[in-house]
């Protein structure tokens, strides 16, 4: 793969356009309102912003449960609007990604509505549709992550259909060739329209087991995972089944095929398996995805000796492809909070995301992560998610972590003249950009400064990774490119650390990053809390 690639140890800024910058006083963000604010985002120095769904839907999963795939809705804006997204975000050095849902789609799919009127007209077959048992019960013992099982009966056809998520979020079958067909023809649309790269949302879902077979049950020690209601039964199993088949490699091919029509356009796997770290290496394959991402670093565990594995296990499989890194998305609560950084220092959070940005490979940083806002405390009576209303109060959901972005100290956060869709809380109002920009030591401007010095550090954005390792709560490791070693230190701890080294005398601090940094002792590493150290040697 060519180094020089856009997107080869890109930050990628999401965007998750409910909550961006409202225009029209509605409550909700639009695509005008990101125009209106791609100048702060390409201030901070990232190379590519990914936008969240923003097509036509009935919003049952906020855009993730596609009606059209061609039209934007009219709660965002027109397609008018994303040319002009796109022409402006172009004019500005950005890359633009956009959110492609292909395993699923919405009830109100006109393919789907074709495919429930009977079992023998031309979309029949478009959709996965199965016989119940002689009880009448579901075909098998498949769940939805969103609680209960994945099947829904549907009285039109005497049959039950598949959701891997929401009842409203019926499964496509990827086994029918057309559907295949004309999914690759709605990704076309967009390349054409001059995208430059696709997240691919849960793209492993998009082939189910053929047989229908039952997927075993996981021991209660092992049922854990990200985005888990402790009494979701969705844990219960190994998902060997319903997801994550062979075949799907076959298409990730076929997806290569067209992307690689249009130059420099790239492709982002989300995957949530079994073993994601396994089938993330597979994904990123010679000519399949350009990279993928899982959600090793989207947990509650947030310890030095987590990370290191997960990166350690992650390059001892991944001999091809290129990781892609997050520690925030729309899907889990902000990484402040669900790493338990609220109490230390407002810089502790530019830390954490300079760690995600020094490790081999590309990053996903989520809006309001720059300024390193904590997760909100939605009350029930304002909750949005269908899955933190499902499983309240054992699980709150995903609100917490889709609140607004709060501009300034206003009652709305400069984000609507109306009354928002989620409210803003008054901590986050308190982190404001109006706020931060004034202030040197913000989370903001240490964010800022340290994705500029990142651009100077080759080693950073194209190295190797090696001899990483977890002292504590301390995360070592190096990065090599071209003859240079960078060395890296960072402590993810309140508490100040002292580590000996080996250093060769050639080794020298770089400093200029813009974070807290520790210091270089002739047999010692000194680090503060929440400090880094940058150390170069030839």
Not at 225 to 231: A, I, L, Q, V
Not at 321 to 340: M, T
Not at 485 to 496: E, G, K, R, S, V
């Amino acid at each position: 793969m060519n180094p020089q690639a856009w997107w080869r140890g890109a930050v990628i800024y999401q965007i998750y356009p409910r909550s961006f910058q409202d225009s029209d006083g509605d409550g909700v963000g639009d695509l005008p309102g990101i125009i209106e604010r791609l100048d702060y985002v390409a201030a901070l120095g990232v190379d590519a912003i990914w936008i969240s769904p923003f097509f036509k839907s009935p919003m049952a999963d906020f855009g993730y449960d596609i009606a059209d795939y061609r039209a934007v809705d009219p709660l965002f804006g027109t397609l008018a609007d994303f040319d002009r997204l796109i022409d402006k975000a172009h004019r500005l050095g950005l890359k633009v990604m956009i959110d492609q849902v292909l395993s699923h789609t919405s009830i109100e799919h006109d393919w789907f509505k074709e495919s429930r009127a009977s079992r023998d007209n031309p979309k029949a077959d478009w959709y996965v549709w199965a016989d119940a048992k002689p009880d009448g019960t579901p075909p098998n013992n498949w769940l939805s992550l969103f609680g209960g099982v994945a099947w829904q009966w549907e009285p039109r056809r005497g049959q039950y259909f598949l959701h891997n998520f929401l009842a409203s979020q019926p499964d496509l079958n990827f086994h029918n060739p057309d559907v295949r067909a004309a999914t690759l023809d709605n990704v076309r649309f967009w390349l054409e329209r001059g995208v430059d790269g696709l997240r691919l949302d849960a793209i492993n879902f998009c082939f189910h087991d053929v047989l229908l077979r039952d997927n075993p049950p996981k021991p209660p020690e092992l049922r854990t995972g990200r985005g888990f209601s402790p009494d979701n039964p969705y844990a219960f199993q190994y998902h060997w089944h319903n997801n994550t088949q062979p075949e799907n490699l076959a298409f990730l091919s076929e997806l290569r095929a067209l992307l690689d029509r249009y130059p420099g356009v790239v492709a982002l796997g989300e995957i949530s398996s079994e073993d994601s770290l396994a089938t993330m290496a597979d994904y990123t394959g010679d000519g399949r995805l350009h990279m993928g991402y899982s959600f090793e670093l989207l947990t509650e565990d947030s310890s030095a000796r987590h990370i290191r594995d997960t990166v350690a296990a992650l390059e001892a499989q991944m001999r091809e492809g290129w990781p892609c890194w997050a520690i925030s998305n729309h899907d889990v609560a902000r990484v402040v909070s669900r790493w338990r950084a609220e109490a230390a220092p407002a810089y502790a959070a530019s830390t954490l995301s300079a760690m995600t940005c020094s490790l081999r490979g590309s990053v996903c940083i989520y809006q309001g992560e720059e300024l390193g806002l904590s997760e909100a405390d939605v009350p029930y009576e304002l909750l949005q998610d269908p899955y933190g209303i499902e499983f309240w109060p054992n699980f709150k959901g995903r609100d917490g972590c889709r609140t607004p972005m709060p501009w300034d100290g206003s009652a709305q956060g400069g984000f609507t003249g109306g009354t928002p869709w989620l409210p803003l809380p008054d901590a986050h109002r308190a982190r404001s950009v109006a706020t931060q920009e004034h202030d040197a030591g913000s989370p903001l401007q240490r964010f800022r400064r340290f994705l500029r010095w990142r651009r100077t550090q080759p080693a950073l954005r194209w190295g190797e990774v090696r001899d990483i390792a977890a002292d504590g709560n301390v995360l070592a490791f190096a990065r090599v490119h071209e003859g240079q070693t960078l060395y890296a230190w960072f402590n993810l701890a309140d508490t100040p650390r002292t580590l000996a080294h080996d250093l060769p005398a050639s080794a020298r601090v770089l400093d200029g990053h813009g974070l807290v940094g520790g210091a270089l002792a002739a047999q010692s590493v000194e680090l503060p809390p929440y400090g880094v150290l940058f150390v170069a040697a030839e």
